[in-house]
């Protein structure tokens, strides 16, 4: 049984720093890609960043820059630091994978990040 738990929200004011953890269960994580994501109030998901089993890492145009992700295997955690937070960063964030013969996607229950003007 696939898990993901992300943790490390919170609320913080603009130009502030969040650092947020995927821990995973029932999968070797470093054999997969691990996403993060976004949904905030009113708008669709969207893919904020990628890391890859053999190291390559994806950003979405509007993070570059701030935000930063990364592994720690060991640990089975991928973390997603978050700098230079704007309002419009405000969403529940969600890390995800895919998994078993049928492909099947996995998500976490999210952390909500607040950023406050």
């Known amino acids: 049984q696939v898990q993901l738990v992300e943790s490390g929200g919170g609320l913080v004011q603009a130009g502030g720093s969040l650092k947020l953890s995927c821990t995973a269960s029932g999968v070797f994580l470093s054999l997969k890609t691990v996403d993060w994501y976004r949904q905030a109030p009113g708008a669709q998901r969207e893919l904020v960043a990628s890391i890859s089993s053999g190291g390559n890492i994806n950003y979405a145009d509007f993070v570059k820059g701030r935000f930063t992700i990364s592994s720690d295997y060991a640990k089975s955690t991928v973390y997603l630091q978050m700098n230079s937070l704007k309002p419009e960063d405000t969403a529940v964030y969600y890390c995800?994978?895919?998994?078993?013969?049928?492909?099947?996607?996995?998500w976490g229950q999210g952390t909500q990040v607040t950023v406050s003007s």
């Open positions: 995800s994978l895919e998994h078993g013969r049928q492909i099947t996607r996995y």
